[in-house]
């Protein structure tokens, strides 16, 4: 069969430099399933990954999306992805975003399927962290094009789709590095700039990526010209991640807790949703139960929940001591204790108690579904 599959490559080769493309596209499927037949998968990916490229740079976006898509049938026979596979996955993503349309259906049909296989492979429900993230550098250098087009439309849909594959790229200098730089011309004033880098922050913790969480906020503070790379600093959001990852660490639950009552006034007025990533990070890591009975409601019920839950494996008599401060205390008072209470966290070495993170959930978070990538 090697002396007509190579008698094949010769005619494909001539028919593409002929201009007789429906030809060339037939002639790799034929030669694609005999690949396929021998189980020789890689000569057949590698072989459908090169007429991908041709026909999408000769304008022939119908053929060259069918082909993306037989590229997806044959990855479902592989059983180990090779850097030659990932290299592979990134240039075809790249292809679809330059040359189809949003609304063209095998643009989302590819990218859907490659994590959806991806993930199997590697046993995460979100995809290949090395596909999320090949697939979120193409979506920045496409949002780049679109701000110097000046097309705004294009370029919030292609920002938008770069963080969420950033967010799963398990990749902390990366999601920085782009958020950093995303923030610096964004936007107006550094409460922005918190906010998103706490959002980011709790969204990694909650997909119990702790290593992650904490190379994502040293590496933020560094890249961002307006952050000092110090804690504490002069931003209390950001003070309240970096003391997280500390009591994360130590698996201190009583420090937990007054954490969350201590900064209580500063989460409470950007974004409410930030108290149910922490309500989430309590039970994750400290098994905190949230408490079913609620009677003040709103924000301060959900603090009383996080001050007061009963955690699964606690003494009785720890109750005591998750009532938090009294009422009256004096705020800036409580922040500095806050900040007394956490300051012989920061010069201890980092332990191992965080890189043995709880492990990945069965299910994707609610956040994002690799079948609803909208």
Same mark, same amino acid.
């Given at each position: 069969?090697?002396?007509?599959?190579?008698?094949?490559?010769?005619?494909?080769?001539?028919?593409?430099?002929?201009?007789?493309?429906?030809?060339?596209?037939?002639?790799?499927?034929? #030669?694609?399933?005999?690949?396929?037949?021998?189980?020789?998968? $890689?000569?057949?990916?590698?072989?459908?990954?090169?007429?991908?490229?041709?026909?999408?740079?000769?304008? $022939?976006?119908?053929?060259?999306?069918?082909?993306?898509?037989?590229?997806?049938?044959?990855? *479902?026979?592989?059983?180990?992805?090779?850097?030659?596979?990932?290299?592979?996955?990134?240039?075809?993503?790249?292809?679809?975003?330059?040359? +189809?349309?949003?609304? $063209?259906?095998?643009?989302?049909?590819?990218?859907?399927?490659?994590? @959806?296989?991806?993930?199997?492979?590697?046993?995460?429900?979100?995809?290949?962290?090395?596909?999320? #993230?090949?697939?979120?550098?193409?979506? =920045?250098?496409?949002?780049?094009?679109?701000?110097?087009? @000046?097309?705004?439309?294009?370029?919030?849909?292609?920002?938008?789709?770069?963080?969420?594959?950033?967010?799963?790229?398990?990749?902390?200098?990366?999601?920085?590095?782009? #958020?950093?730089?995303?923030?610096?011309?964004?936007?107006?004033?550094?409460?922005?700039?918190?906010?998103?880098?706490?959002?980011?922050?709790?969204?990694?913790?909650?997909?119990?990526? &702790?290593? =992650?969480?904490?190379?994502?906020?040293?590496?933020?503070?560094?890249?961002?010209?307006?952050?000092?790379?110090?804690?504490?600093?002069?931003?209390?959001?950001?003070?309240?991640?970096?003391?997280?990852?500390?009591?994360?660490?130590?698996?201190? &639950?009583?420090?937990? @807790?007054?954490?969350?009552?201590?900064?209580?006034?500063?989460?409470?007025?950007?974004?409410?949703?930030?108290?149910?990533?922490?309500?989430?990070?309590?039970?994750?890591?400290?098994?905190? =139960?949230?408490?079913?009975?609620?009677? $003040?409601?709103?924000?301060?019920?959900?603090?009383?929940?996080?001050?007061?839950?009963?955690? +699964?494996?606690?003494?009785?008599?720890?109750?005591?001591?998750?009532?938090?401060?009294?009422?009256? +205390? *004096?705020?800036?008072?409580?922040?500095?204790?806050?900040?007394?209470?956490?300051?012989?966290?920061?010069?201890?070495?980092?332990?191992?108690?965080? @890189?043995?993170?709880?492990?990945?959930?069965?299910?994707?978070?609610?956040?994002? *579904?690799?079948?609803? +990538?909208?």
């Amino acid at each position: 069969m090697s002396r007509g599959v190579s008698r094949i490559e010769a005619r494909l080769s001539s028919k593409i430099a002929e201009g007789e493309y429906y030809e060339a596209h037939q002639m790799i499927r034929t #030669l694609a399933s005999r690949y396929r037949t021998s189980k020789k998968h $890689q000569d057949a990916l590698q072989l459908i990954t090169k007429g991908i490229l041709e026909l999408y740079e000769l304008k $022939q976006s119908g053929s060259a999306s069918d082909l993306g898509l037989l590229y997806c049938s044959i990855l *479902d026979d592989v059983e180990k992805l090779t850097e030659t596979n990932h290299e592979q996955i990134g240039k075809i993503h790249k292809s679809t975003i330059e040359c +189809l349309e949003f609304e $063209q259906p095998e643009r989302e049909q590819f990218e859907r399927r490659i994590l @959806k296989r991806t993930g199997e492979i590697c046993e995460n429900p979100m995809g290949h962290p090395k596909t999320r #993230l090949a697939f979120a550098q193409n979506y =920045v250098q496409a949002s780049d094009k679109a701000r110097s087009a @000046k097309n705004m439309e294009d370029f919030t849909v292609t920002i938008t789709l770069a963080r969420q594959h950033f967010q799963y790229s398990e990749n902390g200098r990366e999601i920085a590095k782009f #958020l950093a730089q995303l923030t610096e011309y964004s936007s107006r004033n550094m409460s922005e700039v918190e906010l998103i880098c706490t959002q980011m922050t709790l969204q990694l913790l909650h997909q119990h990526t &702790v290593p =992650v969480a904490n190379e994502f906020l040293q590496a933020f503070s560094r890249f961002h010209p307006q952050l000092e790379s110090r804690f504490p600093s002069n931003y209390p959001l950001l003070n309240y991640c970096f003391f997280l990852l500390k009591t994360i660490d130590s698996k201190d &639950v009583k420090a937990f @807790k007054f954490l969350n009552f201590a900064y209580q006034p500063f989460l409470a007025e950007p974004d409410p949703t930030l108290m149910e990533y922490i309500i989430r990070i309590g039970e994750i890591y400290f098994g905190i =139960v949230e408490k079913k009975s609620r009677p $003040q409601g709103g924000l301060m019920d959900i603090i009383g929940s996080l001050m007061g839950g009963r955690p +699964l494996s606690s003494d009785s008599d720890d109750d005591d001591d998750s009532a938090g401060p009294p009422a009256g +205390l *004096d705020m800036g008072a409580l922040m500095n204790m806050a900040n007394d209470m956490f300051s012989g966290m920061m010069n201890q070495p980092q332990s191992q108690s965080s @890189k043995s993170a709880p492990p990945k959930p069965a299910a994707p978070p609610a956040d994002e *579904d690799v079948d609803d +990538l909208d």
